[in-house]
């Protein structure tokens, strides 16, 4: 329906093809991750619609508020993304296994082991940010950014319901404890509320029902966090009640935006019933189910959701009391929806309706009388949702979906919810009443992450004045005082000096050749002659071509031998371009040197004689040693591996050679008057 939608709302756009194409794309990945059975296959596809989420949200690139709100989207629930990553990676550290149907098996293992705190966290904060809970609820309204079809696909029906669906799909592993609970329960009545009052404060069509989605989102999430048999079911339904009647109800504001020019409610034109009577019907349809009005689906689901908070294991009478301010706003914005919106006594007469065809209301017209259907005839869903809620656990049994239970406290509460509702709607029409944050606008998540935004931009700007200088020489500083800290705090921490003196064997002309290599190392750090210094260094390489050479490995002595003669001869090309004049360095940089260099070299050289502490045991050395002549013909093992067996390792290898003998040559034969391509 989306596309039969977009198909008409989308005509004459630019980049008509690539939205779709997108689209698709999002629509693959969203199946993706409902359908797939492994972790790392479910987290590949959760990534993917967080991508394409970006691309169409800042389809219309050439708008700044666009391309905001798309970088917004992406950085907060890729943020999720990567505490779900850290979450299911400690699941499998815990199980071993990456099947998620196999993972309920080890329920008990999980909720016993002193890593389910850190794994319920990760986990509930990728799902969190994904569908919008607060205090991560705030990218979903600048996501209204995107085009109308978007919003409807997406933002109501699809991608923030997979945060829902992840958690549903987790509940038989990590839910049903005391730290679930309260971590769902809490998140989902929070977010409940903040979404309502948001909703009811806000003047534009697209905005007001992307705040009424996060409220709704919150009422899923306390549903599965509940974990009930009551629960379950009023999850299920509200899911499906949900996607019909707010895809509804999005596609209509696209084509009300379409039409009349706006999306703000004060701004629309008077008596707008009148010039889009369609709209108007299709509009009223959806807002009863959204307000839960009977004979609805919406109705079905919200009377569920009354029996689920009545029969709540603990704070049944503080959840009672969120669920009917929430139905309160909801009945609330149903007016907003379908009485200000087109009967507005004032407005701008002047503002002409662009005529729409009559098939641009074939996709709205289907979704919302199957709000009416189901809501008619709910038990035709009875069969899905039982499947469902079994996946939760064994013992759930069937349920069959009425439309009417007779009179009860549910029924009681859901009534109160309307009177309710229409009592602050003519509160809001008499005093033109909108809550006001005052203060509280300082703390909002929306300004945090703003905060958060500017600072790693300015701490980027300060990291690349400082590190990258254009100075090659800092840059290898900084690369080996990182690799000493942390290679360093891993060796110590983890393995330890171990040093094996009875391995060690010294024979004269090694002994010879590192005195000799170490005075010459010694000259060049000194010497105040480059040529001097130069040849020097040329001497190290030969000496420990020549230890190579005596240690049984020629072949290893001719690349160095090669290399140390490649590099001397580069340095000769590009000496006279070195500037005359060397400007000497402070004592304290003269110290960080010595201690960087001094502590690289022990580093290395103790981590070596760890490695040989213990005999190399490889089913890969062994493999190399029969199959080097047997297979490859080589009675060189070193050079059949390389040839070989990692031809395409050496392969690359000698490209980037390659590529750097290209650029010492751009660089030797650059003039500022000539450059070469």
């Known amino acids: 329906m989306i596309y039969v939608y977009a198909g008409y709302y989308m005509k004459g756009k630019a980049y008509y093809g690539r939205f779709f194409m997108i689209l698709t794309l999002f629509m693959a990945a969203m199946l993706g991750l409902v359908l797939a059975n492994n972790w790392l296959t479910v987290l590949v596809f959760w990534e993917l619609t967080s991508i394409t989420s970006f691309l169409l949200i800042g ?62 966290l990760c986990v509930a904060l990728g799902a969190f940010t994904k569908s919008a809970q607060v205090p991560f609820h705030f990218w979903l309204p600048n996501a209204m950014a995107a085009p109308t079809p978007v919003s409807a696909f997406l933002h109501s029906a699809t991608m923030v319901k997979a945060g829902i669906y992840f958690l549903a799909r987790f509940s038989p592993i990590i839910g049903n404890t005391i730290e679930w609970q309260i971590l769902l329960c809490a998140t989902g009545g929070l977010t409940m509320l903040t979404g309502a009052i948001m909703a009811f404060k806000s003047d534009n069509l697209k905005k007001l029902l992307a705040y009424s ?23 299920l339904a509200y899911i499906i009640a949900h996607a019909l009647y707010k895809s509804t109800l999005f596609m209509l504001a696209g084509i009300i935006d379409k039409q009349a020019g706006t999306k703000k409610i004060s701004e629309l034109p008077r008596n707008l019933y009148k010039k889009m009577p369609a709209a108007f019907i299709l509009v009223t349809l959806a807002a009863l189910s959204f307000g839960g009005i009977a004979p609805f689906f919406g109705f079905v689901a919200k009377e569920m ?3 689920m908070v ?67 005839f709910p038990d035709q869903l009875s069969e899905l949702l039982s499947n469902a809620a079994a996946t939760f656990a064994n013992n759930i049994p069937e349920k069959h979906l009425a439309l009417w239970h007779g009179w009860n406290m549910a029924l009681a509460l859901s009534i109160l919810s309307i009177i309710a509702g229409l009592g602050l709607y003519w509160a809001k029409i008499a005093f033109n009443w909108k809550p006001k944050a005052g203060f509280l606008s300082l703390i909002y998540p929306s300004n945090i992450y703003q905060y958060l935004f500017n600072g790693v931009i300015k701490l980027g700007e300060w990291q690349t ?16 005082f990182t690799i000493l800290l942390l290679a360093g705090f891993t060796f110590f921490y983890k393995a330890g000096i171990r040093i094996n003196t009875s391995t060690i064997d010294v024979y004269l002309i090694d002994l010879i050749l590192g005195i000799i290599a170490l005075l010459a190392l010694a000259y060049t750090l000194f010497s105040p002659s480059k040529i001097d210094s130069l040849l020097s260094l040329s001497i190290v390489g030969i000496a420990i071509s020549i230890i190579f050479f005596t240690s049984g490995a020629p072949d290893l002595a001719i690349t160095f031998f090669l290399i140390d003669t490649l590099t001397v001869t580069v340095f000769v090309l590009i000496l006279h371009k070195l500037p005359k004049k060397i400007i000497p360095k402070t004592t304290i940089a003269r ?25 190399l045991t490889s089913r890969l050395k062994q493999f190399y040693a029969e199959n080097s002549y047997n297979i490859a013909k080589g009675k060189n093992m070193v050079n059949v591996i390389l040839v070989d067996f990692r031809v395409l390792d050496t392969f690359g290898e000698i490209t980037v050679l390659a590529i750097g003998a290209l650029g010492v040559f751009a660089l030797v034969n650059y003039s500022k008057k000539n450059t070469i391509l």
């Open 59 to 120: 389809y219309e690139h050439e708008k700044k508020k666009a391309r905001y709100a798309a970088w917004q989207g992406l950085l907060v629930t890729s943020f999720g993304g990567l505490a779900l990553l850290a979450g299911l990676v400690l699941i499998t550290i815990v199980t071993g296994e990456y099947t998620i149907s196999e993972l309920s098996n080890f329920s008990d293992t999980l909720q016993s082991s002193t890593l389910y705190l850190p794994i319920l």
């Open 213 to 235: 989605t996060i409220s709704a989102l919150g009422i899923m999430v306390l549903s599965f966090g509940l974990g009930t048999e009551a629960a379950v079911y009023a999850g």
């Open 305 to 307: 959701l009354m029996e």
């Open 310 to 376: 009545l029969h709540a294991p603990f704070f049944s009478s503080i959840l009672v009391i969120v669920m009917v301010l929430t139905g309160t706003f909801f009945v609330t914005l149903l007016l907003i929806l379908a009485h200000s919106t087109f009967f507005k006594k004032k407005g701008k007469a002047g503002r002409n309706i662009i005529a729409g065809g009559t098939i641009f209301y074939l996709a709205p017209l289907v979704t919302a009388l199957a709000g009416l259907y189901f809501g008619l």
């Open 465 to 480: 004045r400082k590190i990258q200088t254009g100075y090659l020489r800092y840059y290898a500083m900084f690369t080996l």
């Open 591 to 615: 110290y960080r040197d010595a201690f960087i260099s001094l502590g690289i070299g022990l580093l290395i050289t103790l981590i070596l004689f760890s490695i040989t502490y213990d005999p």
